[in-house]
């Protein structure tokens, strides 16, 4: 049987650049372990100026001293050539290399991960990352550079799945599978929402959707063939145990998890604001009318370096985030939606229904006349479109038995409708 942990060894390594054959491997691979499907995008889908680079792969690269010695090899860690270089073989002057090197400002050791260029096709130069130490010994005058890719086919893979795709109401599971030769950031994500949509879609009351992108481009490009999702969580960096978790509430859309979050005692989280450590595929998620929490365990130093890689994983800290995971959704299922069948506000008086609760106008001093009910009658047509029982309690503090008949009056009118 095939384990967590296995699932790092084989995929960690990979050279997993937004579209390249590692990241096809790997998506396959997910999709076969855990019975999901892959969607293919192409440059037909391309909108709002994202344009899917062509598919990518390093043959090989490197640089030689004087001497014909090789003193960076490239097939030694996957983030020694930026991502998207373009082809080089040439004598170069030590000013031209250095112009093309980058290392990483934080440690000395690390090779850090360059990836704007898988952002900006239209615009590809060659370079090469290196640990710090590397770069200041470059002292020759004159270096050989090599650099061989090959180009393919604009394409991106989605991995998904959906639970119950009949119902109205989607809480979405997100990571991104993208990431070069690193395996917290995220790989960590990916595997912890298949785990946790493996316990989840057998008893799903509401559509569970797990989603797994090429970071940012992947997203943009998917959603916009989508409906809108409900609510959701993008899990990030959850491999290493920092003794908390952190949740990154969304930016502007109003979300059920943080609120689910304050009852689920027994485990520690804070809840901090949007892209408060990381920052990436969620604000595209509510560009779509999906608000959109993230799960992460926190900054680690390793973070975009070589140094994130399989021996930083603490499994137990997965299962704590899977078992996470999952209480969230089953919160978020026992929660009662209804969906908004008007738009603008009802005029509650009007005879044909009969709705209207009394605020109480002090100028005539009736105060006291004031309905319970009021901050209800007031809240729905402000909410979203589809939104939850707890949503109004919450906001109006009002009786819940109250509230549901009053909510019941709206149902039958069809003014709302209950969803199941």
């Given at each position: 049987?095939i ?10 390594p ?6 390249s ?14 019975n999901?499907?892959?969607?293919r ?18 043959i ?13 090899d ?10 998207y ?9 030590r000013?031209?290399?250095?112009s ?12 850090p991960y ?19 130490t ?19 086919p604009?394409?991106?893979?989605i ?18 599978l993208d990431?070069p ?17 493996k316990?989840?879609?057998?008893a ?6 797990l ?10 490009l ?20 920092t ?13 059920q ?17 949007s892209r ?21 365990r ?52 009007n ?11 002090p ?28 949503d ?19 149902c ?9």
């Amino acid at each position: 049987m095939i384990s967590i942990n296995d699932h790092f060894q084989f995929l960690g390594p990979l050279p997993r650049h937004i579209n390249s054959p590692s990241y096809d491997i790997a998506a396959y691979y997910l999709a076969e372990k855990y019975n999901l499907k892959v969607t293919r995008l192409t440059e037909e889908d391309e909108v709002n100026g994202w344009v899917i680079p062509p598919k990518y792969s390093l043959i090989s690269g490197y640089i030689k001293d004087i001497n014909n010695a090789i003193i960076l090899d490239a097939s030694n860690h996957p983030l020694s050539v930026i991502s998207y270089s373009s082809a080089i073989d040439k004598l170069v002057s030590r000013e031209e290399l250095l112009s093309h090197c980058h290392y990483d400002h934080r440690c000395n050791d690390n090779i850090p991960y360059h990836f704007r260029q898988s952002y900006r096709p239209w615009s590809r130069d060659w370079g090469f990352c290196m640990t710090k130490t590397l770069y200041d010994n470059l002292t020759d005058d004159s270096y050989h550079v090599s650099i061989n890719v090959t180009n393919g086919p604009k394409e991106l893979l989605i991995v998904e799945a959906d639970s119950n795709p009949s119902s109205q109401i989607t809480f979405v599971l997100a990571a991104h599978l993208d990431h070069p030769g690193m395996v917290n950031d995220d790989l960590t994500g990916v595997i912890t929402i298949c785990e946790a949509f493996k316990r989840l879609s057998s008893a799903s009351v509401f559509n569970v959707k797990l989603v797994l992108l090429p970071e940012i481009i992947g997203a943009e490009l998917y959603l916009q063939k989508q409906d809108a999702f409900t609510d959701g969580i993008f899990v990030e960096s959850v491999g290493i145990d920092t003794g908390k978790f952190y949740l990154q509430k969304p930016k502007v859309l109003c979300s059920q998890v943080p609120n689910i979050c304050k009852t689920l005692n027994k485990y520690n989280i804070e809840i901090v604001p949007s892209r408060f450590f990381f920052g990436n595929d969620e604000c595209i998620f509510e560009s779509f009318g999906c608000p959109m929490s993230e799960i992460n365990r926190g900054y680690f130093s390793e973070y975009h370096s070589d140094k994130d890689n399989a021996s930083l994983i603490d499994i137990n800290s997965i299962h704590e985030t899977i078992d996470l995971i999952v209480d969230i959704v089953t919160k978020f299922q026992q929660k009662t939606f209804y969906k908004r069948n008007f738009k603008g506000t009802v005029c509650c008086s009007n005879p044909m229904y009969n709705l209207y609760k009394e605020p109480g106008q002090p100028v005539f001093g009736e105060e006291s006349l004031a309905h319970e009910l009021r901050p209800v009658m007031d809240a729905i047509p402000l909410l979203p479109s589809i939104f939850s029982l707890e949503d109004i309690l919450a906001a109006t503090n009002c009786d819940y038995d109250l509230t549901k008949k009053y909510l019941d009056q709206w149902c039958n009118l069809g003014l709302i409708t209950l969803l199941s």
